[in-house]
């Protein structure tokens, strides 16, 4: 019988009739589920359908149903079931015989429906589709696609309850084919090299499934290419006694790994998050309209740059005095070639020429985030950080432009490793350390270019009516494209003003300098633009120039001024059409910073310094109201959270719509907010009240290892300014401040330094009570980290009752999982227990991320009360809810807690799952919960037999716990290693 047998079978009702096969025996007529029986029955039905329409006899049946334990009278059984299997079908037949599907034919039965109606006949044709596409050489990412599909038909396992040898045989048959489908998938996954959980499923399968030399491959190759090299080998040291002896491809695979062969890690290897995150990056800035010249260079660095894709990443740099048009020349260059980059451009301003320009890290941060990497996965370390985006852009084709670099050391970090990339950088210095590089230096235009662009600005009529002028004007400007465009700008904005005239004013501002070189030229150009502002434009000039931020928002921008927002837009804009400002992107603008020096001698010179102290405490006041806004708009904070000194503002801030605004706020100002408190801090005239509270909500609503470094530095210039001022509030925030990041990163010894430094300063005046609280928690979580669990439990006790006198009721509820976990740890359980419920019951309101926050906390405590299964409920749900708030840190915690409690009961295998499926998350957010989760993972393949990777496991785990200074845990360790 062919697969259309039977037709559509008259149905003329819509849907017909449907099989499940991949799971339990089912059955539906359109989307209502069929009632088939009994199992005996069940597994008539399943012959009749594995037989596809063809008649089955009676005797086969019998015997495949009930094999040798055939009941007394074996046909009236088949006819009983056929019976009753008719009448389950009856609501799709009705009344009219002609449509029932199970027949009798001769001495036997026919289900005469089209094989297409059964699961398997989906499931089998993807599986050839998938077999033809891996011998045509398909991309890897098709054929696992096709698996995937076929993988989603499955419901668990095949004919799941029904008896006899023909249930048992259909059964060993799919099962066979789908952990053969399974081992496909998972070989094509670590050839991609884009899942984070390959280990964690690999490994699962490999212990439910044990023997498979397959499985046992991939699950070596997947612990190899996450780092886990020792695990890696120990896998096959644990599985080789149940290997076939005619299987070499496990015994292979442990030569390569001790050779570290590289051809073993992904060819294109993945971000942190997965591939399918991949943002392709579009940062070039605009382009000029009225570029000109430089054909040559253009011609030169274009080849350069199109010639990646051999062995090694191409470089190109350029170099030249400020103001020679690097920047206009390498964007230009880099939109000309951007189409042979398909995965797209990076660029980064280095702000060499800067006081401190920022470090590589920071740039860092920003590209991964543009690839698509989330926030919580970026490392702290800039080591790290180079490595992950290297990893990032392997196999990939980006164009990265690095501006204005200060020196080799500057670029090498950001350098990709894949030869299909390539790099342009700008500098004032010839990078003569940067290996490899192909250097371009960049001189003045020529006075005929030089011609163009000024004609191309103000018009050739304009500049042919005046010639000899217009090359006097020119070559005042030293040929400097910056200085032209400038001159040209003032031009084009005032069609009264000659060019004799502009010629004459160049004359008396070059007497005025005395200049000495390029630069002085500029400045030059920038005094004649200057003293033809009126006095508002002026005004802004100098103001914006205060700031260190590499540019300003709008809403900033008028804050720093004064202004509103609409007359802000207009006199920036101004400046903008004056190219005095350039504006990098939609509502930001900032300075050339050749630009920018000269309009601070302008504001030293022009502007008091009261002017200037009010310009600062206008910014600093608007930053700190927008924060808040954006705190309680991301986490719903408590009035006594959002300020712990009570610091008062007079802004209303910036709009903060919802969470996801809020953080995208807080990230895009992290440099302006940095910079204003740079600004407060220098500035004796202003408290340091508000600097110190802006920088507090700058990890409340940002908590991301990119910005805790930042934090500490910025906390600790906080702290040594209010120290010399004798500011006692900021002062006691500042060292909390920084004694919490350094918690955060692990640095506890130095934390604990920290804070109790702010206790001892919050303790002695009641303003300071919540800094204390917060401190107290702080101090508190310390103590329990290195096992002290008696302090722990004081500290967090005393926390709660002071947020529960300020009412702050998430903050209480915080303080009191603290406690109740130390104090469990002591051994008063009740009172653990009863603290723990108060906890969850008072963070449930507080919105999801705190709601999950509170099971956690609940579940540890339950764990230790001897109620595991309550404590699995929650751990597992709080693992499921931080999962999706993407709070990647927790769920680490919470899947931790969860294996914990699996291994604590000897369900070795979920124990095991549960702690490789959380061990990505804690590699990339905390290094003392990687070294929980390893000691997890090590004693639950110690009780699933596995010796030597267990040892592996724990090996690794003692080495994170000293590196950290935990001692206990170090202790715990050793004792399971020396058994």
């Given at each position: 019988?062919?697969?259309?047998?039977?037709?559509?079978?008259g149905?003329?009702?819509?849907?017909?009739?449907?099989?499940?096969?991949?799971?339990?025996?089912?059955?539906?007529?359109?989307?209502?589920?069929?009632?088939?029986?009994?199992?005996?029955?069940?597994?008539?039905?399943?012959?009749?359908?594995?037989?596809?329409?063809?008649?089955?006899?009676?005797?086969?049946?019998?015997?495949?149903?009930?094999?040798?334990?055939?009941p007394?009278?074996?046909?009236?059984?088949?006819?009983?079931?056929?019976s009753?299997l008719?009448?389950?079908?009856?609501?799709?037949?009705?009344?009219?015989?002609?449509?029932?599907?199970?027949?009798?034919?001769?001495?036997?039965?026919?289900?005469r429906?089209?094989?297409?109606?059964?699961?398997?006949?989906?499931?089998?044709?993807?599986?050839?589709?998938?077999?033809?596409?891996?011998?045509?050489?398909?991309p890897p990412?098709?054929?696992?696609?096709?698996?995937?599909n076929?993988?989603?038909?499955?419901?668990?396992?095949?004919?799941?309850?029904?008896?006899?040898?023909?249930?048992?045989?259909?059964?060993?048959?799919?099962?066979?084919?789908?952990?053969?489908?399974?081992?496909?998938?998972?070989?094509?996954?670590?050839?991609?090299?884009?899942?984070?959980?390959?280990?964690?499923?690999?490994?699962?399968?490999?212990?439910?499934?044990?023997?498979?030399p397959?499985?046992?491959?991939?699950l070596?190759?997947?612990?190899?290419?996450?780092?886990?090299?020792?695990?890696?080998?120990?896998?096959?040291?644990?599985?080789?006694?149940?290997?076939?002896?005619?299987?070499?491809?496990?015994?292979?695979?442990?030569?390569?790994?001790?050779?570290?062969?590289?051809?073993?890690?992904?060819?294109?290897?993945?971000p942190a998050?997965?591939?399918?995150?991949?943002?392709?990056?579009?940062?070039?800035?605009?382009?000029?309209?009225?570029?000109?010249?430089?054909a040559?260079?253009?011609?030169?660095?274009?080849?350069?740059?199109?010639?990646?894709?051999?062995?090694?990443?191409?470089?190109?740099?350029?170099?030249?005095?400020?103001?020679?048009?690097?920047?206009?020349?390498?964007?230009?260059?880099?939109?000309?070639?951007?189409?042979?980059?398909?995965?797209?451009?990076?660029?980064?301003?280095?702000?060499?020429?800067?006081?401190?320009?920022?470090?590589?890290?920071?740039?860092?941060?920003?590209f991964?985030?543009?690839?698509?990497?989330?926030?919580?996965?970026?490392?702290?370390?800039?080591?790290e950080?180079?490595?992950?985006?290297?990893?990032?852009?392997?196999?990939?084709?980006?164009?990265?432009?690095?501006?204005?670099?200060?020196?080799?050391?500057?670029?090498?970090?950001?350098l990709?490793?894949?030869?299909?990339?390539?790099?342009?950088?700008?500098?004032?210095?010839?990078?003569?350390?940067?290996a490899?590089a192909?250097?371009?230096?960049?001189?003045?235009?020529?006075?005929?270019?030089?011609?163009?662009?000024?004609?191309?600005?103000?018009?050739?009529?304009?500049?042919?009516?005046?010639?000899?002028?217009?090359?006097?004007v020119?070559?005042?400007?030293?040929?400097?494209p910056?200085?032209v465009?400038?001159?040209?700008?003032?031009?084009?904005?005032?069609?009264?003003?000659?060019?004799?005239?502009?010629?004459?004013g160049?004359?008396?501002?070059?007497?005025?300098?005395?200049?000495?070189?390029?630069?002085?030229?500029?400045e030059?150009?920038?005094?004649?633009?200057?003293?033809?502002?009126?006095?508002?434009?002026?005004?802004?000039?100098?103001?914006?120039?205060?700031?260190?931020?590499?540019?300003?928002?709008?809403?900033?921008?008028?804050?720093?001024?004064?202004?509103?927002?609409?007359?802000?837009?207009?006199?920036?804009?101004?400046?903008?059409?004056?190219?005095?400002?350039?504006?990098?992107?939609?509502?930001?603008?900032?300075?050339h910073?050749?630009?920018?020096?000269?309009?601070?001698?302008?504001?030293?010179t022009?502007?008091?310094?009261?002017?200037?102290?009010?310009a600062?405490?206008?910014?600093?006041?608007?930053?700190?109201?927008?924060?808040?806004?954006?705190?309680?708009?991301?986490?719903?904070?408590?009035?006594?959270?959002?300020?712990?000194?009570?610091?008062?503002?007079?802004?209303?801030?910036?709009?903060?719509?919802?969470?996801?605004?809020?953080?995208?706020?807080?990230?895009?100002q992290?440099?302006?907010?940095?910079?204003?408190?740079?600004?407060?801090?220098?500035?004796?005239?202003?408290?340091?009240?508000?600097?110190?509270?802006?920088?507090?909500?700058?990890?409340?609503?940002?908590?991301?290892?990119?910005?805790?470094?930042?934090?500490?530095?910025?906390?600790?210039?906080?702290?040594?300014?209010?120290?010399?001022?004798?500011?006692?509030?900021?002062?006691?925030?500042?060292?909390?401040?920084?004694?919490?990041?350094?918690?955060?990163?692990?640095?506890?010894?130095?934390?604990e330094?920290?804070?109790?430094?702010?206790?001892?300063?919050?303790?002695?005046?009641?303003?300071?009570?919540?800094?204390?609280?917060k401190?107290?928690?702080?101090?508190?979580?310390n103590?329990?980290?290195?096992?002290?669990?008696?302090?722990?439990a004081?500290?967090?006790?005393?926390?709660?009752?002071?947020?529960?006198?300020?009412g702050?009721?998430?903050?209480?509820?915080?303080?009191?999982?603290?406690?109740?976990?130390?104090?469990?740890?002591?051994?008063?359980?009740?009172?653990?227990?009863?603290?723990?419920?108060?906890?969850?019951?008072?963070?449930?309101?507080?919105?999801?991320?705190?709601?999950?926050?509170?099971?956690?906390?609940?579940?540890?405590?339950?764990?230790?009360?001897?109620d595991?299964?309550?404590?699995?409920?929650?751990?597992?749900?709080?693992?499921?809810?931080?999962?999706?708030?993407?709070?990647?840190?927790?769920?680490?915690?919470?899947?931790?807690?969860?294996?914990?409690?699996?291994a604590?009961?000897?369900?070795?295998?979920?124990?095991?799952?549960?702690?490789?499926?959380?061990?990505?998350?804690?590699?990339?957010t905390?290094?003392?919960?990687?070294?929980?989760?390893?000691?997890?993972?090590?004693?639950?393949?110690?009780?699933?037999?596995?010796?030597?990777?267990a040892?592996a496991?724990?090996?690794?785990?003692?080495?994170?716990?000293?590196?950290?200074?935990?001692?206990?845990?170090?202790?715990?360790v050793?004792?399971?290693?020396?058994?």
């Amino acid at each position: 019988m062919g697969d259309d047998f039977g037709g559509d079978m008259g149905d003329t009702g819509g849907a017909g009739l449907r099989f499940g096969l991949l799971g339990p025996l089912r059955a539906w007529y359109g989307e209502r589920e069929l009632e088939l029986g009994r199992p005996q029955q069940r597994a008539v039905l399943a012959v009749l359908l594995a037989a596809a329409g063809r008649t089955v006899a009676v005797p086969v049946l019998v015997e495949g149903v009930w094999g040798g334990a055939a009941p007394t009278d074996p046909r009236k059984a088949v006819q009983l079931a056929v019976s009753r299997l008719r009448t389950a079908f009856r609501p799709y037949t009705g009344d009219d015989p002609e449509r029932l599907p199970l027949v009798r034919v001769g001495d036997g039965y026919a289900l005469r429906v089209p094989r297409a109606v059964v699961d398997t006949a989906a499931w089998e044709s993807l599986l050839a589709e998938a077999g033809r596409l891996r011998e045509a050489d398909a991309p890897p990412q098709e054929i696992r696609e096709v698996l995937r599909n076929a993988q989603r038909l499955w419901a668990g396992e095949p004919l799941a309850g029904l008896p006899g040898p023909h249930a048992d045989a259909v059964r060993a048959r799919l099962t066979e084919q789908r952990i053969s489908a399974e081992e496909t998938q998972l070989e094509l996954d670590a050839d991609l090299g884009d899942r984070t959980d390959l280990t964690a499923q690999a490994e699962a399968l490999a212990l439910e499934h044990p023997g498979r030399p397959r499985l046992t491959a991939v699950l070596m190759r997947a612990l190899y290419q996450s780092g886990r090299r020792a695990e890696a080998l120990a896998v096959y040291e644990d599985a080789r006694p149940s290997l076939p002896p005619d299987a070499p491809g496990p015994a292979r695979l442990h030569l390569r790994i001790l050779r570290e062969d590289a051809t073993l890690l992904p060819a294109r290897p993945a971000p942190a998050t997965a591939v399918d995150t991949w943002q392709t990056p579009d940062q070039l800035p605009s382009g000029l309209a009225d570029f000109t010249g430089r054909a040559e260079e253009v011609d030169t660095l274009a080849d350069r740059l199109c010639g990646a894709g051999g062995r090694a990443v191409v470089v190109s740099a350029l170099d030249g005095m400020g103001g020679v048009g690097k920047t206009t020349l390498a964007v230009h260059v880099a939109r000309h070639v951007r189409t042979r980059f398909p995965d797209g451009q990076l660029f980064a301003d280095l702000r060499g020429a800067d006081r401190t320009p920022p470090g590589p890290g920071a740039v860092l941060a920003g590209f991964l985030r543009a690839l698509g990497v989330d926030p919580a996965d970026i490392p702290p370390d800039t080591r790290e950080r180079s490595a992950l985006y290297r990893s990032a852009l392997a196999g990939r084709r980006v164009l990265v432009v690095l501006d204005n670099a200060a020196d080799s050391g500057h670029v090498e970090p950001l350098l990709p490793g894949s030869a299909g990339c390539a790099v342009l950088v700008t500098s004032r210095h010839r990078l003569a350390g940067l290996a490899g590089a192909h250097q371009l230096r960049l001189d003045t235009l020529s006075p005929e270019q030089a011609l163009e662009l000024l004609a191309r600005i103000v018009g050739a009529d304009r500049v042919a009516a005046e010639a000899g002028t217009a090359e006097e004007v020119v070559r005042a400007c030293g040929l400097l494209p910056l200085a032209v465009r400038i001159a040209a700008s003032r031009l084009a904005a005032d069609p009264a003003l000659t060019l004799a005239a502009l010629a004459e004013g160049l004359r008396h501002q070059h007497r005025l300098a005395e200049l000495s070189d390029g630069e002085r030229t500029v400045e030059a150009t920038f005094a004649l633009s200057y003293q033809r502002l009126d006095p508002e434009l002026a005004r802004a000039f100098r103001l914006l120039s205060l700031s260190d931020a590499p540019d300003l928002p709008l809403p900033c921008a008028a804050a720093l001024i004064g202004r509103s927002a609409d007359r802000t837009d207009r006199l920036l804009e101004g400046l903008v059409d004056l190219n005095l400002l350039h504006s990098p992107r939609f509502g930001r603008y900032g300075f050339h910073d050749l630009v920018r020096a000269y309009a601070r001698g302008r504001l030293a010179t022009e502007e008091s310094a009261a002017d200037r102290t009010a310009a600062t405490d206008r910014l600093l006041d608007f930053c700190l109201a927008t924060a808040r806004n954006a705190d309680r708009a991301a986490r719903k904070a408590e009035p006594a959270e959002l300020s712990l000194l009570g610091a008062a503002v007079a802004s209303p801030g910036h709009p903060v719509a919802d969470g996801a605004d809020a953080v995208r706020w807080m990230r895009d100002q992290a440099e302006v907010h940095a910079a204003v408190i740079a600004l407060g801090c220098a500035d004796p005239a202003l408290p340091l009240d508000r600097a110190a509270e802006l920088a507090d909500r700058m990890g409340a609503v940002l908590p991301e290892r990119t910005q805790t470094g930042v934090i500490v530095d910025l906390a600790g210039h906080i702290a040594e300014q209010a120290a010399a001022r004798g500011e006692h509030g900021p002062l006691a925030l500042a060292r909390y401040l920084r004694g919490s990041m350094l918690w955060h990163i692990n640095r506890y010894a130095e934390s604990e330094e920290e804070i109790r430094r702010a206790v001892e300063l919050s303790e002695r005046d009641e303003r300071t009570e919540r800094v204390l609280a917060k401190a107290l928690i702080t101090l508190g979580s310390n103590a329990r980290t290195h096992g002290r669990y008696a302090e722990a439990a004081e500290h967090a006790g005393r926390a709660a009752e002071l947020f529960h006198r300020l009412g702050a009721e998430r903050a209480e509820g915080s303080a009191l999982g603290e406690f109740a976990f130390s104090a469990a740890r002591t051994g008063r359980l009740a009172e653990a227990r009863d603290a723990a419920e108060r906890c969850a019951r008072l963070m449930s309101a507080s919105g999801p991320v705190s709601a999950a926050i509170g099971r956690y906390y609940l579940a540890r405590v339950l764990r230790l009360c001897d109620d595991p299964e309550a404590a699995l409920d929650h751990a597992v749900g709080a693992r499921e809810e931080f999962t999706a708030l993407q709070v990647t840190v927790f769920a680490a915690a919470a899947g931790d807690l969860a294996a914990r409690i699996h291994a604590e009961a000897d369900r070795w295998l979920l124990a095991v799952d549960a702690a490789e499926t959380a061990l990505p998350l804690a590699r990339r957010t905390s290094a003392n919960l990687e070294a929980a989760l390893l000691h997890t993972l090590g004693t639950a393949l110690t009780g699933l037999g596995r010796p030597r990777q267990a040892r592996a496991c724990l090996t690794d785990s003692l080495e994170v716990y000293e590196r950290l200074g935990l001692e206990e845990e170090a202790a715990q360790v050793r004792a399971l290693l020396t058994r």
